[in-house]
Structure formats: structure tokens, C-alpha cells
């Protein structure tokens, strides 16, 4: 893998200052979820789009390579790798989410079939030519939909204080950061940018619905009670 450590040729630096900390931030919200798992058994990322999340950085870890630099194929090298912890406590703990009940039974199969169907997606749409160089496409197809599933997540659990509202605020800043260069490397893609200013939103309407539930006095007391009533 031979390139420069930031391709400051092909790439505006602005953008590749909102980009660098964008996969920061993602980083950062890896970081704290992989701690969330450790202390609380439970994963905070949806389990239906966790698999395409993790298809998508092995592509664009060892398959392909983003050509922004080494130093951001480093930090989507580093994303994947904390993803393995947070595949692997998926597989254990994913079941916990609301899951429909037909299934459960087969939850570790569908999550290992997933994987590999997002594997694949990722890898023939950048080889046949539909993706961007640093894989911006595929990437927000598959952003959007994590977006719009932790607010469906949030919505079907009764309780959320096992949510972090660190990490929905690492996500938002990552991905909004990430949007933003978006418009500095591709001013005519309309399609990732409609994606990112998407994710924005619903990123944004996860952190105002967690944190309305997790403030209110009387949801609190709604979460000890049904705590109690299912231990």
C-alpha cells in the first residue's frame, strides 16, 4: 500500500481536515461503546445494520483502501478492529434488543449471513465502478440506515438507561464532520450529500429523544419499575 500519508494532491485540505476528525470521532464513539459493553453486557448498536457496518470496513481495510491517505486507512483499520469486539458481543448480547421472536433462535446465523452479504455489496460496488475512492457511497447507504435504526432501537425499549448519550454525540459529530467534507470532495454528489445532511437529522433526533427520556423524572422512575418487574 503505497501512498502518501495525506493525499493533499487530489483532495482539498479543508476537507480533509473535517474528514480526519470526523473518523476520529467515529473512533472515539467505537471507544466508548466497546467500554458500554464491557460494563453493561448490553450493545448499543443495532444488531439488523451492525453486520453491514463491519462488512463495510473489512472492504475498505484490506480490500480496498481509501486513497484520502495512510493516515485515514489507518483509522478505518483501527475502526474495524474495535468492531471485531463489537461484532463478537453482538453475536452474545445482540439478542437483548428487541428482536422479533422467529429470529432468535437462528439470531447468530442471520448476523453471520449479513455480514457476509455486505461484504460482498461493498466489494462489487466499488469494483463495478458505483462508489467513490474512499468508499463515501456504500458507506452512507449503510450510515443511514444505522441512523434511522438507533431511532427505532430507542423507540422499542422500554429502558435506556443502558444508552450512552456520549456516544450518540461522538457518532453525530463523526458522521457530521465526515458530511461536511462530503461537500468539499464531491460537489456534485448530491446522493452523499442527501445521505449525510439525512443522517444528520436522525442522528440528531436520536440525541434529543435519549436524552428527553433519560432527563424526565417520571421515566426514570418507569425504567426502576420495569427493571424490577423483569428481574
Known amino acids: 500500500m503505497n501512498q502518501p500519508l ?3 494532491t487530489d483532495y482539498p485540505l479543508p476537507g480533509l481536515l473535517l474528514n480526519g476528525l470526523g473518523c476520529f470521532f ?14 453493561k453486557k448490553f450493545v448499543q448498536m443495532p444488531a439488523y445494520v451492525a453486520c453491514a457496518n463491519i462488512g463495510w470496513e473489512f472492504v475498505w481495510s484490506f480490500i480496498y483502501h481509501p486513497n484520502t491517505g495512510l493516515l485515514y486507512s489507518l483509522s478505518y483499520q483501527a475502526a474495524f478492529l474495535l468492531d471485531c469486539y463489537i461484532f463478537y458481543s453482538l453475536l452474545l448480547y445482540g439478542n437483548k434488543q428487541p428482536i422479533i421472536e422467529a429470529l432468535q433462535k437462528h439470531f447468530r446465523m442471520f448476523c453471520l449471513f449479513n ?7 461493498c466489494y462489487f460496488y466499488q469494483g463495478e465502478g458505483f462508489d467513490t ?8 447507504i449503510i450510515n443511514v440506515i444505522l441512523s434511522m435504526q438507533c431511532v427505532m432501537l430507542l423507540l422499542q425499549t422500554p429502558d435506556v438507561r443502558e444508552f450512552s448519550l456520549s456516544l450518540a454525540v461522538f457518532k453525530m459529530l463523526g458522521t457530521g464532520l465526515i458530511s461536511a467534507s462530503m461537500f468539499v470532495f464531491y460537489p456534485q454528489n448530491h446522493l452523499v450529500q442527501f445521505l449525510g445532511t439525512t ?9 434529543y429523544l435519549l436524552w428527553n427520556r433519560q432527563a424526565a423524572p417520571a421515566t426514570v422512575q418507569k425504567q426502576i419499575e420495569y427493571a424490577e418487574q423483569v428481574s
Not at 115 to 121: E, G, K, N, S
Open 133 to 140: 475512492d474512499i468508499g463515501a457511497n456504500s458507506g452512507y
Open 115 to 121: 455480514f457476509a452479504f455486505w461484504v460482498f455489496f
Open 6 to 8: 495525506i493525499n493533499v
Open 199 to 207: 443522517c444528520l437529522l436522525f442522528d440528531n433526533l436520536y440525541i
Open 26 to 39: 467515529w473512533v472515539l464513539s467505537y471507544l466508548v461503546l466497546v467500554r458500554n459493553i464491557q460494563q
